[in-house]
């Protein structure tokens, strides 16, 4: 439910970003291509729902041959089992993930990101739903533990942006949900890019760089989401962030945009209906 939302926000907001490209069957641009290679975290933003995007991802982790990759589909365990031999095989690799139990859309579109560099190790960042409820009901630092305040999360954030991230939760939300929800979403979203950012910074102390991330555009953007929690946690580490359009289509700011075709999909509002 939570990630047709966020395809819904993706594809009705504005154009905001230095590069852009149309897709081809040359999926990144040179230029793009030699700026993520010099970077030491490379963030591989998505629509989640999108098979164009995920062929962007897979082209570009077989280009970086990160020495990981960190996933914001996956828990920390899920991914430790993960190996070469398993990635082989889509049905055990979808049990052994309980892939279907999770939400996301087909493993089937996953595959060639996990195949692209078998050996990498692979980080979880998947917040637990027990978490989830937790930030909803006591706030994003509560629920993140005795990291918080190193990344940010005991911050208020200025009342203006405040307003902004309820506004996108609002619209995400088909402006059905109530209003006293649309904070503790903002606080959902906050914990989620905190974990991918302290996941991202281990991984890069464990197996070095670069380390590729898969995430959705939300959590890839550069004015709100991962890049703001790498840089106050370390300001040295050069982060890469490509963002991916439907037809023109994102919000937030990206070191580089790629644009693909909009993907077929039911309206996500219809579960609000």
Not at 57 to 62: D, G, S
Not at 63 to 69: E, T
Not at 203 to 225: W, Y
């Amino acid at each position: 439910m939570r990630h047709a939302l966020v395809w819904l926000v993706a594809a009705t907001v504005i154009l905001a970003a230095p590069f852009r490209a149309a897709f081809a069957s040359d999926l990144i641009p040179d230029d793009i291509l030699d700026q993520m290679k010099q970077a030491d975290v490379v963030i591989l933003g998505e629509i989640h729902d999108n098979p164009h995007h995920h062929q962007i991802q897979a082209e570009a982790v077989r280009a970086l041959q990160p020495k990981a990759v960190v996933w914001e589909m996956l828990t920390e365990e899920a991914a430790a089992r993960v190996n070469r031999n398993l990635i082989s095989d889509e049905y055990k690799l979808a049990l052994e993930l309980k892939w279907a139990e999770l939400g996301w859309p087909p493993l089937e579109m996953y595959l060639d990101i996990f195949r692209a560099a078998p050996d990498a190790p692979l980080h979880g960042a998947l917040v637990p739903r027990a978490a989830a409820r937790s930030a909803m009901e006591r706030g994003a630092a509560v629920a993140m533990g005795a990291d918080a305040a190193r990344y940010g999360l005991t911050i208020p954030l200025p009342p203006d942006e405040q307003a902004a991230r309820i506004a996108d939760q609002h619209a995400a939300h088909c402006e059905a949900l109530p209003e006293d929800m649309l904070p503790q979403m903002v606080d959902v979203q906050r914990l989620r890019d905190a974990v991918l950012a302290r996941t991202t910074l281990e991984a890069l102390g464990e197996d070095g760089a670069p380390v590729a991330v898969i995430t959705g555009n939300g959590h890839a953007r550069k004015d709100r989401g991962i890049p703001v929690y790498l840089a106050r946690r370390r300001p040295g580490v050069k982060v890469f962030v490509l963002g991916q359009s439907e037809d023109g289509q994102i919000q937030g700011e990206f070191d580089a945009i790629i644009d693909s075709p909009t993907a077929e999909r039911e309206d996500p509002c219809k579960a609000f209906e």
